[in-house]
């Protein structure tokens, strides 16, 4: 009985995984979250905040506070500014915002560029609004990928309306360089395309990867629709507290989706995700460094087990190739390995339109504890 447009997609591939770990208490090193929490002082405001009573709906765009936090993040660490009033809007958690954002900017029957692999979220998405995918898939460079701007150039129609990006991109692990991304802006302002740029992992950069906001670029902010979150950088995928910045005529269309898909997010932990963006840089600082250590030691258990293992410079992903196992097909492998050694990973294939090139990849998290990475390296090493 599913609407037609949703009857492509099945369960998501992190659920049937993490089932998986479950069922033969694995390591998970395929759900992107993390097994540790964030700022002490975050948690505890949040538990305040619930014990003071700040348990009922919040208003329809997030508390100010939260909306001010962000826009005061977007300026320090961006130099982009946002009117908190009426330029940003708490959701709940990024994916609502991607969501909300398709929903609310994309007509059906136009056409939506992604670049792939990408998120699952976003083919949901484009196929609830009645859109078309069209997918760009990303080229090598060195040992890692990046955006392939003439492909995207070619790829746009007189029907395309919207181009997702997302750098630190999931699942790769690439950082598009500045360069990149303004010769894809330029392609946007070119063809009078809208952005939605998905930067929930802003902030987990390493190796002296620097992050570029695309609604800094020229002719971008106007255009622009950025979604971040709390989850990725403060340890709480389970508060589902997300946020989208835009200029007021884009995010009023954002709004009007979102609206009626939650009303309001959960309101006692705004307070506390505002606190750890005013006043926790240094914990933050502190814990990608601890990711970078856990990105070398899983890289490191990875070679050490046989895969070839790509570059990251971003995000707690790490994705290796199978293919020096013998394996050919990175859904088999996957669906067999919780079983096999006691490990949980996610294959690439699934984000793309075209699995073909991307058959033997297959992505491991590291933004776990050391010790469950170095429990996960150890099984690892059976293969």
């Given at each position: 009985m599913t609407v037609a447009r949703l009857r492509p997609f099945g369960e998501t591939v992190f659920a049937t995984m993490s089932a998986k770990a479950a069922e033969f208490d694995a390591v998970n090193l395929g759900q992107g979250f993390p097994d540790s929490d964030g700022p002490a002082r975050?948690?505890?405001?949040?538990?305040?905040?619930?014990?003071?009573?700040?348990?009922?709906?919040?208003?329809?765009?997030?508390?100010?506070v939260l909306r001010e936090a962000v826009a005061a993040q977007r300026a320090r660490d961006h130099q982009v500014t946002y009117d908190p009033g009426a330029e940003v809007l708490v959701t709940v958690g990024a994916t609502e915002a991607i969501s909300a954002a398709v929903l609310g900017l994309v007509e059906p029957g136009s056409e939506v560029i992604v670049l792939e692999p990408c998120y699952d979220a976003y083919a949901a998405a484009i196929a609830l609004a009645g859109a078309q995918r069209v997918a760009v898939p990303l080229v090598p460079d060195g040992a890692t990928w990046t955006v392939d701007v003439d492909a995207v150039r070619a790829a746009v129609t007189k029907r395309t309306s919207m181009i997702i990006v997302n750098s630190p991109h999931n699942p790769t692990g690439s950082v598009f360089s500045r360069e990149v991304l303004a010769g894809l802006a330029a392609v946007c302002v070119e063809r009078d395309?809208?952005?939605l740029s998905d930067e929930v992992y802003e902030n987990l950069l390493f190796d002296g990867r620097a992050h570029t906001a695309l609604a800094a670029l020229p002719g971008m902010f106007e255009r622009t629709v950025t979604v971040s979150s709390a989850a990725k950088s403060w340890n709480v995928t389970g508060w589902k507290t997300g946020w989208a910045l835009a200029p007021a005529p884009l995010l009023d269309a954002v709004l009007k989706a979102k609206q009626f898909m939650s009303y309001v997010g959960a309101t006692p932990f705004q307070p506390a995700v505002a606190?750890?963006?005013?006043e926790e840089s240094e914990w933050l600082t502190g814990m990608v460094a601890e990711l970078a250590e856990g990105r070398d030691l899983l890289a490191a258990g990875l070679r050490d087990a046989g895969l070839q293992v790509h570059d990251t410079h971003g995000t707690y992903f790490v994705v290796a190739d199978i293919s020096a196992l013998g394996e050919t097909d990175g859904v088999e492998f996957c669906l067999g390995l919780p079983g096999r050694i006691g490990?949980?990973?996610i294959p690439v294939q699934v984000f793309c339109d075209d699995p073909g090139p991307w058959r033997t990849k297959v992505r491991f998290a590291f933004g776990k504890r050391h010790d469950t990475l170095r429990l996960g390296v150890e099984k690892l090493q059976s293969l």
């Open positions: 975050m948690l505890e405001i949040a538990c305040e905040q619930i014990r003071a009573g700040n348990n009922q709906y919040g208003p329809g765009r997030g508390m100010a395309l809208l952005v606190h750890a963006l005013n490990v949980a990973a």
